[in-house]
């Protein structure tokens, strides 16, 4: 079913009410594409592009035909959607037909129904920026105004994809370390029970471990798990 326009200034207030912790990375980009859709004056689809090292994604997109404009450029190394990722800026397209900077890609445009577009990057962190993507139907669907309120969503847009990835970054990490110390634990606890059956050193104990790790194609951190199962019962 088609949503109706909305407000632009209820557009970014939606944006201030996503709430870390409750959604994704990908659902927040996911948002920011309904929103910019609905509140960009002339804008018929939105893509959302994320670059992480040299892998650009369109992670959100509010139609296929989005989806695959932005996958042109990757393919072909070279669009308006990089070009804004990389210099952080926003870059207009207000006429397919007279675009002489991506013509390919312009040419690409105008197969698929598209006439007009902005492209604005988004600064997320040092190693990791995005794109806002928006389309128009129809040449010069982006006037000044509607420019500045599209520059000034993806402002709001870019904090809160920052904000959204650094939730996710920090929880992963925390998830991790606390992975790690649990697998160190468990290894501790098995090197325990080898020193006490062998009368061997810790050192001769992990050396037990990792020979066993190595045999079984296991990790080590299995292997000790397994091993103080059995001898704790819970494994025969």
Same mark, same amino acid.
């Given at each position: ?9 209820? #557009?970014? %207030?939606?944006?201030? !009410?996503? *709430?870390?912790?409750?959604? @994704? /990375? ?7 594409? &309904? ?68 013509? #390919?890609? %312009?040419?690409?445009? !105008?197969? *698929?129904?598209?006439?007009? @577009? /902005? ?7 040092? &190693? ?81 471990? @990792? ?26």
């Amino acid at each position: 079913m088609e949503q109706s326009p909305l407000d632009p200034r209820e #557009a970014l %207030a939606e944006l201030g !009410r996503i *709430r870390l912790g409750e959604a @994704s /990375l990908e659902a927040v980009m996911s948002q920011i594409a &309904a929103l910019a859709r609905r509140g960009v004056p002339g804008a018929e689809d939105v893509s959302v592009t994320l670059l992480r090292g040299e892998a650009p994604q369109s992670l959100a997109y509010t139609s296929a035909m989005a989806r695959e404009l932005d996958e042109w450029q990757y393919a072909h190394g070279g669009g308006p959607c990089l070009d804004a990722s990389v210099s952080g800026g926003v870059l207009s397209l207000p006429d397919m037909a007279t675009e002489n900077r991506w013509p #390919a890609w %312009a040419a690409e445009a !105008r197969d *698929r129904g598209v006439h007009s @577009s /902005l492209s604005m990057g988004l600064p997320i962190q040092e &190693a990791v920026v995005g794109t806002l993507n928006v389309y128009g139907t129809r040449p010069h669907a982006f006037d000044p105004e509607g420019i500045e309120l599209a520059k000034t969503f993806a402002a709001y847009a870019a904090v809160a994809l920052a904000n959204a990835h650094l939730y996710e970054s920090t929880t992963t990490l925390a998830r991790q370390m606390r992975t790690a110390m649990e697998s160190r634990a468990v290894i501790e606890q098995a090197k325990g029970i080898i020193m006490g059956e062998r009368r061997c050193t810790p050192e001769e104990a992990f050396a037990l471990l @990792s020979k066993v790790s190595q045999d079984s194609n296991r990790k080590v951190r299995d292997v000790a798990a397994a091993l103080v199962d059995r001898a704790i019962g819970r494994q025969p």
